[in-house]
């Protein structure tokens, strides 16, 4: 059976963005799954990455959206293969549950342009660790997640202490955005406050920048270790 980089979507604006543009530039197939349309979660055999996105849900609404359920048990599998893994937002939070750990409301919403400061572990890290010690981000989530037994703290944010962390060798979780493409911006603008995204225009190039640097080496980390 063939496998694709499997993209999990929860929502119609929530889509990959920068993180199937690099992956079609290295000649990957992208299959996108669009959950919310009923999409079923695929087996892990077709899976040969496994990009999993955001969206207003929350892990624990299992009973209003049963597919969650069926998530967690594919990025289980797949994190036990070894294969990649990238969650972004809530799919950060879906990996943290597929590893055991808690995810629960935080103390506040965070949503906005800001940044993450990098723990010591995530200056070091592959896929982190060549960006400034802060990372230009944006911020969309009011969940958040105990760190998984065994994986590292790459990043954290005054309100929020569990930003970034990696299990394994390329299995990252990402609490923030760091992927958003034009399309996406675009898209985002009726679900966020008027004029936060059409005003920052600056914001919105320097998570650009660092977005498609940390993607890349995402995506070299995943090809070193075999993954492709």
């Known amino acids: 059976m063939a496998r694709s980089w499997t993209v999990l979507q929860h929502v119609a604006w929530e889509g990959p963005g920068l993180i199937a543009a690099e992956a079609r530039s290295r000649g990957r ?64 939070q ?12 935080g103390p506040r919403q965070e949503i906005g342009f800001g940044s993450v400061e990098l723990t010591s572990p995530g200056k070091q890290d592959p896929v982190l660790g060549a960006v400034e010690p802060a990372l230009p981000v944006f911020h969309w989530h009011g969940d958040t997640f105990d760190l998984p037994d065994g994986a590292v703290l790459l990043a954290s944010s005054a309100v929020y202490a569990h930003q970034a962390f990696r299990y394994g060798r390329c299995a990252y979780g990402l609490q923030f955005h ?28 320097a998570i650009d920048r660092a977005g498609r640097d940390v993607l890349s080496r995402f995506f070299d980390l995943a090809s070193n270790a075999g993954q492709l």
């Open 29 to 92: 197939q992208v299959a996108i799954r669009r959950l919310d349309e009923n999409a079923p979660v695929p087996a892990a055999e077709e899976v040969e990455g496994l990009v999993v996105m955001g969206g207003p849900m929350g892990v624990y609404d299992t009973a209003q959206f049963p597919f969650l359920a069926a998530e967690c048990e594919l990025i289980a599998e797949v994190v036990r293969r070894q294969r990649p893994v990238l969650g972004v937002c809530l799919g950060a």
């Open 178 to 205: 760091v992927e958003p493409d034009a399309n996406t911006w675009a898209a985002w603008q009726e679900h966020l406050p008027e004029g936060l995204i059409e005003r920052s225009e600056q914001e919105r190039s």
């Open 94 to 105: 879906l990996l943290a549950k597929a590893l055991g750990a808690r995810v629960f409301p």
